[in-house]
């Protein structure tokens, strides 16, 4: 079955500090994959996304995700955290028909003044 | 204003009083969508529209239905809820999935307690 997965449910750095959220896929094929955020009280927002092509990803506010074929992994990343990055992550990844989309359950980053 | 809008935000119900959430998108997207998000499981999928007229279900549909007979709403309709789908939903929105997903646009998400 295709699935992403999220190892850490709570990820925690300093403001100042390079961040990483992880994510790990089970997909067969080229697979695409997301990563969106959420603020408090607000839908999901658009950050990135790896199609094919390049193994860093550039995306909104500063991040960029690394795509790893060998370690089937897709981590998010952001040299200097801000403390306006703490929110919700989620990493989405193809679902059980290629018009579908499957989630990971989503790490809670907070960025420490 | 490209957006997906969302009606009620907020809702309280009681079992089995049939409700409607709607879903509005003002992008011309042919694909839509409904998720679920519970704590620790993500957003989950419970049905998606190629475009008018054609749905498919996703990973949890029971106990909802849906249609799509405008290319812009997709109303989300639970005809006898109960309290296992008091839950946070999102409503999303993306081009044509074609041979695959594209990035979606969710609305801002509705909050459902059924007592």
């Known amino acids: 079955a295709q699935s992403v997965a999220q190892p850490e449910d709570q990820v925690n750095v300093a403001e100042g500090n390079p961040l990483t959220v992880k994510c790990t896929y089970s997909?067969?094929?080229?697979?695409?994959l997301f990563w969106y955020v959420q603020y408090p009280n607000r839908g999901l927002q658009f950050l990135l996304k790896?199609?094919?092509?390049?193994?860093l990803v550039k995306g909104s506010y500063g991040f960029e995700a690394e795509f790893n074929k060998s370690q089937t992994s897709f981590h998010l990343k952001k040299p200097s955290a801000l403390v306006s990055d703490s929110a919700l992550y989620f990493c989405a990844g193809p679902g059980g028909s290629a018009r579908q989309l499957t989630f990971g359950s989503g790490t809670q980053l907070t960025v420490l003044p | 204003e490209a957006q997906v809008t969302q009606n009620p935000r907020y809702l309280i119900t009681v079992t089995g009083k049939k409700l409607t959430v709607t879903c509005s998108q003002n992008m011309n997207h042919e694909y839509m969508s409904w998720y679920r998000q519970d704590p620790g499981l993500g957003l989950r999928q419970i049905y998606y529209s190629m475009n008018v007229e054609v749905t498919d279900k996703g990973d949890v549909p029971e106990g909802y239905k849906v249609s799509r007979k405008e290319k812009r709403n997709f109303p989300l309709i639970l005809e006898s809820p109960s309290p296992n789908q008091t839950s946070l939903y999102f409503c999303?929105?993306?081009?044509?999935?074609?041979?695959?997903?594209?990035?979606?646009?969710f609305g801002p998400g509705t909050r459902l307690t059924v007592l």
């Open positions: 999303a929105s993306s081009l044509s999935a074609g041979d695959r997903v594209h990035e979606q646009f």
């Open positions: 997909v067969s094929g080229n697979p695409y």
């Open positions: 790896y199609i094919t092509g390049d193994n």
